[in-house]
Every structure is written in C-alpha cells, then in structure tokens.
C-alpha cells in the first residue's frame, strides 16, 4: 500500500530561493525520514523526524511532522542547482522480530516523490 | 571505503530467462532489502531479510525469489513468472538496533541500483 504522498509532483525555482516539498501520509508511523535521488542513482538519506518530534533541522533543510494531519514538509532554504534532484518521503513503522531476538528493525514506505529542479 | 554495491549497473534480459541481481554491504548491518523502481514512481518493497536465513515478502513479491545465506550479500532472482520486470532495482541495508536502544529508528543506506531491461 502506498503510505506517503507527495506534493507537488515538480517544483521549478532559481537559485536562492525557497524550496517546500510536502507529504501526507495515512496510517499511524514511528518515523518519518525525507531522501534525495540524483538521476539514476541510488537514494541519499537526509533526514529523520520521530512521530513525538515536531520541527527538525539539519544544514539548509527544515523538516516539519504534523502527527495529528498525518503530514511532514520537507524545506530546503537558499537552494542551489546542485540540489536539482528527486526528494522522497519515507514513512517508518518499526517491528519488532522474533527470529531476530527481538531487535527492532524498520520497514519504509515510499510516497513517488518531488522533482526539484534549480535553475541557476 | 564502507558501502553496498550492486552490480551489475546495467542488465538485459530476454523473455523467459531468470536473472540475479547482486547486493553486498561491507556495514555490519543486519537488514538488508530490495526495491522496486518504475519511471516517476517512488519504491516499492520486493523482500527484506532482518537476519541471516531468514526474509519476508514484500509488496510486491510475486515473480521474485532472494536467499539470504550470508549478512554481506542478499542476491535478488527474477525469475520468468514477473510479468513486467523491467525497472529499476535498488538494494538498501539498515543496522537494526536491540531493545535497550532507541528502538529501530534507522536510515538506510541504499546501493547505485540495477537497471534491468527485458528484450
């Protein structure tokens, strides 16, 4: 099932400004993390938010979770061209195995993503 | 250098034939899964093993096969019953933490990805 969905689906801005990507999610998580995907290649982990946290800021990126919307916004402050890229929300729900004696371990759920593309 | 690696980069395929995708991560992790990607989509969840010999089906499961006999490597088998494998696979890997932690709040660190094309 689809967890997280984003918005907008591309996003087109010049450098400097303000980048706000938004996702919405629909079932209740431990966590929910924003990655980055250059074209064709793998994902960059970015940033984590846990379902008691509300606001979170890492460099230039500021994460927000909304817990009672179901929501997160991913925003990426003075952008520059080289962030041109994918961005991808991820919801985590955290189990716990018994095969694994007891170790908790997450399982993501991707939203299909933002396209972000800075112009210089 | 740590990492996961996955190879090969490229990968043709004609109709009928299976073909393995390999996944090696030198990070000491324990969970290790593989994703589907389509054009403009987001990923899904084919299989995820938390720990050696052992896996759990995905999402989308169906027409995949994995083995998980060592913790470095977790080789992906798509087999002739997928319908419409061509895509783009990603393999990721994750630390899992124990009980006394935090509790499994971990990133994973994903590979360049496969791209597999059916002729």
């Known amino acids: 099932s689809q967890q997280g969905e984003e918005d907008p689906q591309a996003l087109s801005i010049q450098e400097g400004e303000n980048a706000t990507m938004n996702c919405s999610y629909k079932?209740?998580?431990?966590?929910l993390q924003w990655y980055r995907q250059n074209s064709g290649r793998g994902l960059v982990h970015l940033i984590l938010?846990?379902?008691?946290?509300r606001e979170k800021h890492s460099g230039r990126l500021r994460v927000t979770l909304d817990t009672s919307k179901k929501s997160s916004s991913l925003l990426i402050t003075a952008s520059r061209a080289a962030d041109t890229a994918s961005y991808f929300c991820?919801?985590?729900?955290?189990?716990?195995?018994?095969?694994?004696?007891?170790?908790?371990?997450?399982?993501?759920?991707f939203g299909q993503g933002t396209i972000l593309t800075v112009h210089p | 250098d740590g990492g996961i690696t996955q190879s090969p980069k490229y990968l043709f395929r004609k109709e009928g034939q299976n073909v393995t995708l390999s996944c090696e991560q030198n990070?000491?992790?324990?969970?290790m899964y593989w994703y589907r990607q389509d054009p403009g989509q987001g990923l899904r969840l084919i299989y995820y093993?938390?720990?050696?010999?052992?896996?759990q089906k995905g999402d989308i499961a169906e027409g995949y096969s994995v083995s998980r006999e060592k913790k470095e490597s977790f080789p992906l088998t798509v087999t002739s019953a997928q319908k419409n494998p061509t895509a783009f696979y990603l393999c990721?890997?994750?630390?899992?933490?124990?009980?006394?932690?935090?509790?499994?709040?971990?990133?994973?660190?994903f590979g360049p990805g496969t791209r597999l094309t059916v002729l």
């Open positions: 990721a890997s994750s630390g899992g933490t124990g009980l006394a932690g935090p509790g499994g709040y971990n990133e994973q660190f």
């Open positions: 079932t209740s998580i431990n966590n």
């Open positions: 938010i846990r379902s008691n946290e």
């Open positions: 991820a919801t985590e729900v955290v189990y716990r195995s018994v095969n694994a004696g007891g170790t908790s371990y997450g399982k993501l759920t």
């Open positions: 990070l000491n992790h324990d969970a």
């Open positions: 093993s938390q720990i050696v010999n052992d896996f």
